[in-house]
């Protein structure tokens, strides 16, 4: 079936941890791996993505890995800013077109 | 370039009540996706239309439909309301034609049923 498995729910890091969110997919067709922010009251918006020709991709102090042999992939954030205290979500495609399952959120703060 | 536009951003009905959502999506895209978010379900996919087709419906009873426009304008309409339906309806627009892109999604309209 089509599922997007998302942990941990809640994570709290002091101000220049890391963060690590870990999401699992079951639908071995899918080949791209969204993740969106969503701050209080705003829109989700895509942060980074990664495709399944690669394993790893970095944007500053964001990066996502990919293993698809063990279909789960994850985000990690460097060096925790207060700013980046909202609710992260992944996703994988499930399904032709534009159709996106989307993982149950882990809201993250970051304490000072 | 507008971002996507949903109206209302706000509203409130009864049970039994229906009720219509619009979305305008960015300009040149033809993809138009509605998800509905609640805190305990997080974003679940209702369905989405390209080039005036739906091409996709996720697991959501019939009293939720929707349509597209030649413009890519899209609405949905909630028939029968019922108190579970209250929550955030987010449209979502794409440039692509398959999961290759961003999604980007507008602020939503957030609906309350009494």
């Known amino acids: 079936g089509e599922n997007v498995e998302q942990h941990p729910s809640t994570l709290s890091v002091q101000e220049g941890d890391s963060a690590v969110i870990k999401c699992t997919y079951s639908?071995?067709?899918?080949?791209?791996f969204p993740w969106y922010k969503q701050e209080l009251g705003k829109r989700p918006q895509l942060i980074i993505d990664?495709?399944?020709?690669?394993g790893e991709k970095k944007d500053q102090r964001i990066a996502v890995t990919l293993n698809k042999t063990a279909k789960h992939f994850s985000l990690h954030i460097t060096e925790t800013q207060p700013e980046d205290s909202a609710v992260y979500f992944c996703?994988?495609?499930?399904?032709?077109?534009?159709?996106?399952?989307f993982g149950t959120g882990t809201q993250l703060k970051v304490e000072l | 370039k507008a971002g996507v536009t949903q109206t209302p951003r706000y509203l409130i009905k009864t049970r039994g009540q229906q009720v219509t959502l619009s979305c305008s999506p960015i300009?040149?895209?033809?993809?138009v996706s509605w998800y509905q978010q609640t805190p305990g379900q997080g974003l679940q996919f209702l369905f989405e239309?390209?080039?005036?087709?739906?091409?996709n419906k996720g697991n959501f009873p019939g009293r939720f439909s929707g349509r597209q426009f030649s413009n890519s304008r899209s609405e949905m309409n909630v028939s029968t309301l019922e108190l579970g339906d209250s929550a955030l309806y987010l449209c979502?627009?794409?440039?692509?034609?398959?999961?290759?892109?961003?999604?980007?999604f507008g602020e939503g309209s957030r609906l309350t049923v009494l």
């Open positions: 979502a627009s794409s440039l692509e034609h398959q999961n290759t892109g961003e999604l980007f």
């Open positions: 639908d071995s067709a899918s080949n791209y």
């Open positions: 990664i495709r399944s020709n690669v």
């Open positions: 996703a994988a495609p499930t399904g032709g077109g534009n159709k996106l399952t």
């Open positions: 300009s040149g895209h033809r993809s």
């Open positions: 239309y390209f080039s005036e087709t739906q091409r």
